[in-house]
């Protein structure tokens, strides 16, 4: 079975940084993309950046271009996303997904259960 | 960028079909995604490459996709099918992003 496991979000002050993990299991981590996507409180679903499954294409949403770097370790079945200079808008649950495959233009399946980011002082 | 419009809500009685909308300039030619968010859910996929069903996913669920308008379409509505709906797609444009539907509640009356 598929498992995405986010963590590191929390409470953060905004121009401060925060580096999000997810740690994948059930499938061959390098074989596929994986992306970040958020959703703010009430408000519906926004792509953040996904990276392909060498790390060769990344892409990024022109809101986070410059501020976020997408990471991952497939030594360690892992996803990374770098989070600076970070802005109250960027307040949201952030979910990692798999993508169907190896390059980030395929679909999303599954999603993890997501990680809470709150950008406030 | 390429901006997908869905109607923030549909309503449908159980046992009928509920139709929700994505539209897109030339939608027609690019593939659709579709996702199902229930509340303090992840989403989850239902509907991939404008109409292919993922296992698990009940065939009540199916999708078309032409012109500027691609629609998923739930047949025989149940109370469990209350969610949000989002469509995506993939931006092959300067931008090369993924883009989100705004979303739709489908509400269960």
């Known amino acids: 079975e598929v498992q995405l496991v986010e963590s590191g979000g929390g409470l953060v002050q905004p121009g401060r940084s925060l580096r999000l993990s997810c740690a994948a299991s059930?499938?061959?981590?390098?074989?596929?993309?994986m992306h970040w996507v958020r959703q703010a409180p009430g408000k519906g679903l926004e792509w953040v950046s996904g990276?392909?499954?060498?790390?060769?294409?990344?892409g990024y949403a022109d809101s986070v271009k410059g501020r976020f770097t997408i990471s991952r370790d497939n030594a360690k079945n892992s996803l990374y996303l770098q989070m600076n200079s970070l802005r109250a808008e960027d307040t949201a649950l952030y979910y990692c997904a798999k993508g169907a495959a190896a390059g980030i233009s395929s679909w999303f399946d599954p999603w993890g259960q997501g990680t809470l980011v709150t950008v406030s002082s | 960028s390429y901006v997908l419009t869905q109607p923030p809500s549909v309503s449908v009685a159980p046992g009928k079909t509920a139709r929700i909308t994505c539209g897109g300039n030339n939608i027609g030619s690019k593939s659709v995604h579709w996702y199902q968010q229930k509340p303090g859910q992840a989403p989850v996929l239902v509907i991939y490459?404008?109409?292919d069903r993922p296992s698990g996913i009940p065939e009540r669920f199916s999708g078309s996709n032409s012109g500027n308008t691609a629609t998923l379409t739930i047949s025989r509505v149940e109370a469990g099918d209350e969610a949000d709906y989002y469509c995506?797609?993939?931006?092959?444009?300067?931008?090369?992003?993924?883009?989100f539907g705004g979303g739709t509640k489908l509400t269960v009356l």
């Open positions: 059930g499938f061959t981590f390098d074989d596929y993309a």
């Open positions: 490459y404008d109409s």
């Open positions: 995506q797609v993939w931006d092959s444009s300067s931008d090369h992003s993924w883009v």
């Open positions: 990276i392909s499954w060498n790390s060769g294409s990344i």
